[in-house]
């Protein structure tokens, strides 16, 4: 199994309701890691990412193609962290993979809207 390490993108890009972030503004609590981690609120704890699970090349690492996926009960979905992430070839690859086998829900990065 992967390890987050340096990799916050999940705090970027999802909302927490118990901390009153919304989806694509920095935590308040996001430093080199969680400053809050012991007693971060639920949803961040129930968080899958699919890269910490898969054993996915650390290439594919959230931070390094700029998406995080993840599984809901409704299948993938995965969030943009950076306007055109998913252009990129490694996130091209990725989802094409992903959705050869699931359905796959994207959320683009609110700058692909302007």
């Known amino acids: ?43 961040c704890d129930n968080f899958n990412c699919t890269w910490l699970l898969s054993g996915w090349d650390k290439s594919l690492r959230p931070d390094k193609i700029n998406m995080v996926f993840f599984s809901t009960v409704n299948g993938l979905e995965a969030y943009e962290s950076k306007h055109n992430s998913h252009k990129k070839h490694k996130a091209q690859v990725l989802m094409n993979k992903l959705t050869s086998k699931n359905k796959l829900k994207v959320t683009f990065h609110p700058g692909a809207l302007l």
Request: with cysteine; hydrophobic share 30%.
């Open 1 to 43: 199994m992967n390890k987050c390490g340096s990799c916050t993108e999940c705090c970027y890009v999802m909302s927490v309701d118990a901390l009153d972030k919304p989806n694509f503004k920095k935590c308040a609590h996001q430093c080199v890691g969680c400053n809050i981690y012991e007693a971060r609120p639920v949803s």
